[in-house]
């Protein structure tokens, strides 16, 4: 992905186009960005987009979630059917209320298992039982 020189473009949809990264994108306006079922193994370049609300990289190959941190905006984050083993940054994201993790390998939310309780909507299905104990 390049620059989009358009001013205005705040909606991104690239899903299903074997990306592997998404280094180098650069949207100023863009407040939903959706990268499901592509090949992504980093979110390394979120940092720019500070506006972003809403982030979909559902069915990827992320290990980590470190490169979401920073974004102070963001309120949605669906990040299920990847190959996540740990929760990491999600303190860091103040404005976040909707939290999709289903379908990874994740026991344990980390630092952020005191604040997960004020997610107005959380999906933890299809992960081992353990983490359950954390958020019900």
């Known amino acids: 992905l390049i620059h989009f020189p358009n001013p205005y473009l705040q909606v991104l949809d690239v899903s299903s186009n074997l990306l592997q990264s998404i280094d180098g994108l650069f949207a100023a306006k863009l407040t939903y960005l959706k990268l499901d079922d592509n090949k992504i193994t980093s979110l390394q370049g979120l940092k720019q987009l500070e506006l972003l609300q809403r982030l979909d990289v ?54 952020f298992q005191d604040n997960a309780k004020s997610l107005r909507v959380r999906t933890a299905t299809r992960n081992p039982d353990r983490l359950f104990d954390y958020w019900f």
Do not use: R, W
């Open 58 to 111: 559902n069915a990827n190959q992320l290990t980590t979630m470190k490169e979401i941190c920073d974004l102070p905006n963001l309120q949605m984050l669906q990040i299920a059917d990847n190959l996540l083993d740990e929760v990491t940054g999600l303190d860091t994201l103040p404005s976040l209320e909707i939290l999709n993790i289903a379908g990874n390998n994740v026991t344990s939310l980390g630092p």
